[in-house]
């Protein structure tokens, strides 16, 4: 899912710079989420972390109804700024999320190409317990869609399981589950990574310093994640953690499977962002109901948000534009993994409520920022992985595919700006991955190396 | 081989396109949108190309020059209606800006919008074309050890950066004459590309095929340069450095409201 945080801010804010996403009229918003998957809470216990996250964001519910605390004519005035806005930064939000999904992606294949551990066969998961070791193409497909009825089935579960612990106030043991599941990223799942990276590199490393390595860049994650760290650190771990569990389901999902996961994923997406009885919009529709952040979650984000303590003269004004930023911001959290303990957005925007912001002109660009939940990097990883790991080694098809997620990004934050309701951000993204995957792989490869064989340019 | 050759070739393959991104397009994100976008576009060309040369090859049942030479030719025609579909893309995108900015431009030109897919297109054809090229330089191997030329490195690496400032060239030029509606241009910058496509089949009779197409790179930049309104005197304008001229401050102090009322 992908949320845009968007302060409704001062009117007086000065704006240098006018960059729009579309050309369509807009209409007014006065918040804007993004689709955020749920992430399935599938495995907290073992070592999948599936994420699917349905974006959501109701926020033309939030936005418009729940803060009509009455002044209407200043909530259409601030309606109409909020979605100037919007535009505003449209362009600069998507840039914001091209750089962290790039550097994930350039991460998973820069190790899928020089690490071989991560693409030799070495078992697969409980969760897709058909194997692709048979003779025939019919039996291996059939293998392939029974391993994924498996998986989005568990997903589903988890996703269920993770609503009504939600529904039910659990927050104890969604806390405890989260914190486990990170600790394992951040501390088994390195461990290996850097073992594996050492072997290929055959660099020795004692154990003591192995321990130290490892001791610091785990806490130190867990720290920054879960309570409070630099927003570019914070950020960074983020990345390195789903570069780490995309490289977990390159590794153990069998070819023909992991495919057919993808494109299953993303209509699940689609399906529990859009239906009204998906479990995701249950999940936000609750927590806006209760006016809360959804719960520590595995989410991305590229700016600090300030919930703003308005202790100041323009309180009373504020209310509603108050309410409907707040509002928008409970509904913005989506978990898009709940196996893993992301709760670095509730936290690190656990802002001094009391502080003196004696106006909203404070709040600077840098504070309007996009969320983007960690499933669907995770997920375009894994597509992107996949296809350097097996194209033929062939370089044109990763890159194909990079451009094809980019622009699927880039269409689902227009689709938004244009919707301004929640929309899963999986679909258009895998969806063209893998088209240009199965097109660049079987038709523009031998096109290019014949004409590269006999240096020939187009 | 090894790691010189990759750096090098890497280098003068992509150095130019490098700078030019990172000075001018980097830094304001509509243009790395427009950039992904034409990289788009282009990767829509090659598919349709590829399928058509692959459809063409199944039906004949046989791999030959002439195919190729097809296959080649209707993948240049096909970059061009991609480069005209993102024409129109843009001018939409141009006219649906400038509505929704506050003083009724739209805070990137088409004339901007035009040089950056043109580089998209460049940059993404550069790439598909030299990096399994690079890839393959960067490991063990003897080059050209069938009798083949021993330049095939350094001849792709500058056939490259050619083709990706020919890209950025055109890509002025063509958006240009469809926004004139000179069909001039377009038959230009058609024939120049295919006359560049054309002259790579020459390969590796690397005399009549790096040489002249680097001329032709040249002359298209000149003409592009003209096109965006450059000229011979901007030209010096700009390397004198000269001051602006005092009647600025003049204007200024007009403006302040007179003390009597």
């Known amino acids: ?65 729940t803060s009509g605390s009455g002044v209407p004519v200043r909530e259409s005035a601030l309606e109409n700024e909020e979605e100037e806005l919007t535009l505003k930064y449209g362009a600069k939000h998507v840039i914001m999320l091209f750089v962290p999904v790039t550097l994930c992606m350039i991460v998973v294949v820069a190790t899928i190409k ?119 650190l914070q950020q960074a771990y983020l990345i390195m953690i789903s570069a780490l569990m995309a490289l977990v389901f390159i590794k153990y999902l069998p070819e023909w499977s992991a495919w057919v996961i993808l494109g299953a994923i993303s209509i699940y997406d689609l399906m529990a962002v859009l239906c009204p009885k998906g479990p995701l919009r249950m999940l936000v529709e609750t927590a806006q109901e209760r006016n809360e952040p959804i719960f520590p979650a595995l989410i991305y984000s590229s700016a600090m948000m300030w919930t703003v303590g308005m202790a100041k003269p ?29 709760s670095q957005m509730s936290e690190t925007r656990s802002p001094v409520p009391t502080r003196p912001v004696t106006s909203l002109e404070e709040l600077d660009e840098e504070e309007r920022g996009v969320k983007l ?7 375009y990883s894994v597509l992107v992985g996949k296809a350097a790991a097996t194209a033929s080694g062939d370089w044109n098809t990763t890159l194909a595919c990079f451009v094809a997620i980019l622009i699927g990004l880039c269409l689902t934050l227009l689709l938004l700006a244009v919707f301004k309701k929640a929309l899963p951000a999986l679909p258009i993204s895998i969806t063209f991955g893998l088209i240009f995957y199965f097109s660049t792989d079987n038709l523009v490869r031998p096109f290019m190396d014949t004409l590269a064989s006999h240096q020939l340019y187009i | ?73 209707a993948a240049v025609l096909l970059q061009e ?56 330089s960067a490991g063990p191997g003897t080059v050209g050890i069938h009798g083949d030329s021993p330049y095939y490195f350094i001849t792709s690496a500058f056939l490259t950066m050619a083709l990706v400032l020919l890209h950025t060239f055109w890509g002025i030029i063509f958006f240009d004459a469809c926004e004139r509606r000179r069909a001039g241009g377009l038959g230009l910058v058609v024939g120049s590309h295919l006359l560049t496509s054309g002259l790579t089949f020459l390969n590796p009779w690397y005399e009549a095929t790096v040489g002249p197409i680097l001329i032709l790179t040249l002359c298209t930049g000149l003409w592009a340069f003209g096109t965006a309104g450059g000229s011979f005197r901007n030209v010096l304008k700009c390397l004198s450095c000269k001051q602006q001229p005092e009647g600025q401050v003049m204007l200024c102090s007009a403006l302040q409201v007179p003390p009597e009322e």
């Open chain 2, 81 to 136: 209606l991609s480069r005209f579909a993102c024409f129109k893309m843009l001018k939409k995108a141009d006219e649906g800006l400038a509505t929704l900015s506050e003083d009724g431009q739209s805070p990137i030109s088409l004339r901007q919008m035009a040089y950056v897919s043109g580089l998209s297109f460049g940059i993404i054809s550069g790439v598909f074309s030299i990096t399994n090229i690079l890839a393959d």
């Open chain 1, 373 to 379: 939940g960690l499933g669907d990097f995770i997920f």
């Open chain 2, 1 to 73: 081989m090894g790691a010189a050759v990759f750096w090098g070739c890497a280098a003068i393959a992509f150095g130019p396109a490098a700078a030019l991104v990172l000075l001018t397009v980097a830094a304001e994100p509509l243009r790395v949108i427009v950039l992904v976008a034409g990289a788009f576009f282009w990767l829509l060309s090659l598919l349709a190309a590829s399928l058509l040369w692959f459809v063409s090859v199944q039906l004949s049942g046989r791999e030959d020059a002439a195919l190729l030479l097809l296959g080649a030719a």
């Open chain 1, 114 to 232: 020089s690490v071989r551990f991560y693409t030799e066969k070495n078992g697969q998961l409980i969760y897709t317990p058909f194997s692709e070791d048979t003779p025939s193409v019919g039996q291996r497909l059939l293998n392939s869609v029974l391993n994924t009825i498996v998986m989005i089935s568990v997903i589903i579960v988890m996703t269920v399981f993770l609503v009504l612990l939600y529904k039910y106030r659990c927050y104890k043991f969604i806390h405890g589950w989260l914190i486990l599941s990170s600790l394992m990223l951040l501390f088994l799942f390195t461990y290996i990574y850097l073992g594996e990276v050492l072997k290929t590199y055959n660099v020795a490393m004692d154990y003591p310093t192995l321990f130290i390595v490892i001791w610091n860049f785990g806490a130190v994650g867990m720290i920054c994640i879960h309570w409070k760290g630099p927003l570019q």
């Open chain 1, 1 to 65: 899912m992908i949320t845009f945080m968007n302060n409704s801010d001062s009117e007086e804010e000065p704006c240098n710079e006018r960059t729009s996403l579309m050309s369509a009229e807009s209409p007014p918003v006065p918040s804007y989420q993004d689709g955020l998957q749920a992430s399935e809470a599938g495995e907290a216990q073992a070592h999948r972390k599936r994420r699917a996250g349905s974006s959501r964001g109701p926020n033309n519910v939030t936005g418009g109804e």
């Open chain 1, 314 to 342: 323009d309180t009373a004004a504020r209310g509603p534009s108050q309410q409907t930023w707040d509002a928008a911001e409970n509904g913005r959290e989506h978990l898009r993994s709940p196996s893993h303990a992301e």
